[in-house]
């Protein structure tokens, strides 16, 4: 089954509509996207929402909810309708079989329950060849040292996915104390991660998304907490949900991890569909890496989605070889970041990413190769033509 399904409920009963949707909300794996007290104004929001699935209350007006559920399987071949009623009358649930339900709910009903009609619903839904194509949707940068690079990474590689405009996309700075996301994309945002999650039970797609900063890049970003105590607030439970609500909403999502594994930290490790580990080739760097690779290989799959990503390469002051490094960490490298600590210094300074100064560059086409390797679907139009010999000195 799909990690979460975006569901819209249809019900005019005010109380059946309350109880559905407190059972709706308590289950991790759904996301309420809308609540509708009227079969009328639902047959236009469906086709504009889209969600995966509608779950419509029949006892209000039965006639009209059947006629509704057969127009929502005609305009929306691939979303699934739940038909909800008290009665175990024969005749509607033949109805609503007739309209395109596959299932039926007779209500009231316990969350198990529920669970086990969406489980029955979407499976195998989530190995479509569709979702493939697409590549990782949740992408962790991290790495065992401080100052190796990973949020110039995690920065650049969110805005050059998000300027692609083939899809959405939302930087997540999970440095709860100390990240800087924010400061290198020179954005002052109206809220943060804390923000989101205190209201994380009241929000549906279009909240979210005002409740995040859109960079010029298209780009969306969710910094740290001010406070530093508001970090100590964050549940991981919740936060949980949340990445769960965030890769329902958007296709692509880059976190920004802490160095300082914090619980957060392995929230987003074991949710990754990849996690990035940026390394430079010096001793210290090496072993801590190592001993990080090891902590993974405790959790089952996670060190298997760990990819290596140097920082600096082609540093005269490197310490070690690239093959040394892979016998040392037995994994292969798999992308290369080339040295150039003054660009990185004044995209910074100006907070802007790297495209904004060098671009065409051999840093900006680095970067570009490994979001194009993470996302299949990333627009070719992002593959700019070297500008003549001298691009590889800037």
């Not at 569901?7 to 509708?36: C, F, H, K, T, Y």
């Not at 279009?206 to 964050?234: D, F, N, Q, W």
Request: hydrophobic share 45%; charged share 20%.
């Amino acid at each position: 089954m799909r990690d979460v399904i975006r569901v819209v409920l249809i019900d005019p009963n005010e109380e059946s509509r309350q109880a559905l949707q407190q059972l709706l909300g308590s289950m991790g794996s759904v996301w309420i996207v809308e609540v509708l007290s009227s079969y009328k104004v639902a047959a236009s929001r469906i086709v504009e929402i889209a969600p995966d699935l509608c779950v419509v209350a029949l006892d209000s007006e039965p006639g009209q909810a059947v006629e509704l559920i057969a127009s929502m399987v005609q305009a929306l071949p691939n979303a699934v309708v739940l038909p909800a009623s008290a009665s175990c009358d024969s005749t509607l649930i033949l109805k609503s079989i007739r309209a395109g339900a596959r299932e039926f709910l007779t209500l009231p009903t316990e969350a198990s329950e529920l669970t086990e009609i969406i489980a029955r619903l979407f499976r195998g839904r989530g190995d479509s060849p569709s979702s493939a194509v697409k590549g990782p949707q949740i992408i962790t940068v991290t790495g065992a040292a401080g100052g190796v690079g990973c949020t110039s990474l995690a920065v650049n590689l969110a805005t050059s996915m998000a300027g692609s405009h083939e899809f959405e996309t939302i930087l997540l700075d999970l440095d709860l104390m100390f990240g800087s996301v924010d400061a290198c994309l020179d954005i002052i945002p109206d809220n943060t991660l804390f923000n989101v999650v205190q209201s994380f039970d009241r929000l549906d797609l279009t909240l979210l998304k005002r409740s995040m900063t859109r960079h010029g890049s298209g780009l969306y970003v969710l910094p740290h907490p001010v406070a530093l105590e508001e970090a100590a607030k964050i549940d991981p439970e919740t936060l949980k949900r949340l990445l769960g609500l965030l890769k329902a909403a958007f296709p692509c999502l880059i976190i920004d991890a802490s160095k300082g594994l914090q619980s957060s930290d392995f929230v987003a490790f074991e949710m990754a569909d990849v996690i990035l580990i940026v390394i430079v080739l010096d001793l210290t760097c090496l072993r801590n890496t190592s001993r990080l690779l090891n902590l993974f290989k405790q959790f089952e799959g996670m060190v298997d989605r760990v990819k290596l990503v140097v920082n600096r390469a082609g540093s005269a002051e490197t310490e070690i070889s690239l093959k040394k490094a892979e016998e040392t960490l037995k994994m292969p490298i798999s992308w290369q970041v080339p040295l150039a600590v003054k660009l990185f210094q004044n995209a910074r300074i100006r907070g802007v990413p790297i495209s904004e100064v060098a671009s065409g560059s051999r840093l900006h086409q680095a970067i570009l190769e490994i979001a194009r390797a993470l996302s299949p679907a990333l627009s070719s139009e992002t593959k700019k033509p070297r500008k003549g010999l001298f691009a590889a000195l800037f």
